[in-house]
C-alpha cells in the first residue's frame, strides 16, 4: 500500500465512516479525555488533565506500539494516519 493510499484511506475513514460510527471526533475525543482524566488522577501525582487533542495523540501512540508486534495490518497505519489528522484539527479547532 502506498502512502498517498494510506492517507486516502484514512480521509475516507475521519471524513465519513468514523462520524457514522464513533460520533462528532471532538466530542468522542473529549469524552475519552474525561474516562480517561478520572482513571489517571488517581494514578498520577501531581496531575494534569489530558486534553481531547491529546486523546488522539495518545490513540496514534496506541496504533504505533502495535507496529512492534509484527503482524500489523494496513488499518494500523491508516489509523495512525487519522488519529494524527483528528489531533491537528482538534488542536486547532479548540484554539480558534
Known sequence: MKKEEILAEAS?????DRNLSHGDAYKN????????NIFLDDKL???????SDEVATMMALLKMARTKLGAVSKDT???MAAYSAIAGEIKFKEKE
Open 12 to 16: 475516507r475513514i475521519i471524513s465519513r
Open 29 to 36: 475525543h473529549a469524552d475519552i479525555a474525561e474516562y480517561w
Open 45 to 51: 501525582k501531581p496531575f494534569t488533565a489530558i486534553t
Open 77 to 79: 497505519y491508516v489509523d
